[in-house]
């Protein structure tokens, strides 16, 4: 288990991390999520042990991480902008990692690099971008930490990469408990794999809880009123993120139960109502706007 508590941290007068408290469990994927320059990079340098807050803490299966080798052994970072010898080549990485990581599985690594077709004695610098990030993987799931991080690891990579990497962690989590914690802006990429999501704003966690929970406390509406009031109804009765009004349709994005939602509608007695699906996109832009991150106010 990952704990952050009540973590801050700035670069001179620009706060990045901003009193964060946040839990991530073992065995699941956990998706951090956020707004440009919200925090994501540094709250997994930190996390990692790279970068050490100015308050709070960051504990490790109840160890802090900064400065300590028991805890940062624990964790594989792999970040967005990755590091890797000068006319180095795979096998001189995978000679460094395991040095450093004594659990670090080289038949594994083989296997990998097959699997995926690189070739381990040809200089990295000649890789592509894509190529590299895929390293990067076989390297982080060939450690055998407990957690991986990984920082915009899916950009750069094609389809069926994408879909090997994604079942590549599935695998690990079964066999051994692995805990992927993603960094992304696609939010896409990280919906069919997060189990559980952290959504960061301007340096602070809005929250931290389960895709699922979170699907079933935000829903979208579209309804059709007899009186124009009845929105104002609607309003009062519910808690409401966001309003799209095109001709007589209302599309409407409320929190709440669906219980609740279904019965204040039935209430209203609209013309037509249908409650739909959210994607993790949506969901992401219905909380920012509510902290007045909105992209009409930034084309206006």
């Known amino acids: 288990m990952i704990e952050f508590v009540n973590v801050c941290k700035s670069f001179g007068d620009i706060k990045a991390i901003d009193g964060v408290s946040a839990v991530i469990e073992e065995g699941h994927v956990f998706g951090l999520i956020g707004t440009n320059g919200a925090g994501k990079s540094t709250l997994m340098r930190l996390a990692a042990g790279v970068l050490r ?49 004594p659990g670090f599985d080289r038949e594994k690594w083989r296997e990998l690099m097959g699997k995926f077709g690189l070739d381990a004695g040809r200089k990295i610098n000649t890789f592509s971008k894509g190529m590299k990030k895929q390293l990067s993987v076989i390297c982080g799931v060939s450690a055998n930490t407990r957690y991986l991080f990984c920082d915009e690891t899916f950009d750069g990579l094609d389809p069926v990469m994408r879909r090997g990497v994604k079942m590549l962690f599935v695998r ?22 997060c189990e559980c999501i952290g959504l960061l704003h301007a340096g602070g966690i809005l929250f931290e809880r389960e895709l699922d929970d979170m699907k079933l406390n935000i829903h979208k509406v579209q309804c059709v009123f007899r009186e124009e009031e009845m929105i104002n109804e609607l309003k009062e009765s519910l808690t409401v993120l966001g309003i799209e009004k095109r001709g007589a349709l209302y599309t ?33 832009i219905s909380e920012t706007e509510v902290k007045g991150y909105d992209v009409k106010s930034l084309l206006l």
């Open 172 to 193: 690990e989590i079964e066999e051994r408990g692995l805990t992927p914690v993603i960094a992304s802006h696609n939010l896409r990429e990280l919906e069919d794999i």
């Open 252 to 284: 409407v994005t409320v929190r709440g139960s669906r219980e609740d939602v279904t019965a204040c509608l039935e209430r209203l007695e609209p013309v037509f109502y249908e409650l739909l699906p959210l994607s993790l996109e949506e969901i992401f």
């Open 53 to 101: 807050p100015d308050s709070g803490e960051i504990r490790v299966d109840g160890e802090p991480v900064y400065d300590n080798p028991s805890a940062k052994g624990k964790i594989f970072y792999i970040s967005d902008e990755q590091y890797f010898f000068r006319n180095g080549t795979p096998e001189d990485m995978a000679v460094l990692y395991s040095a450093y990581y």
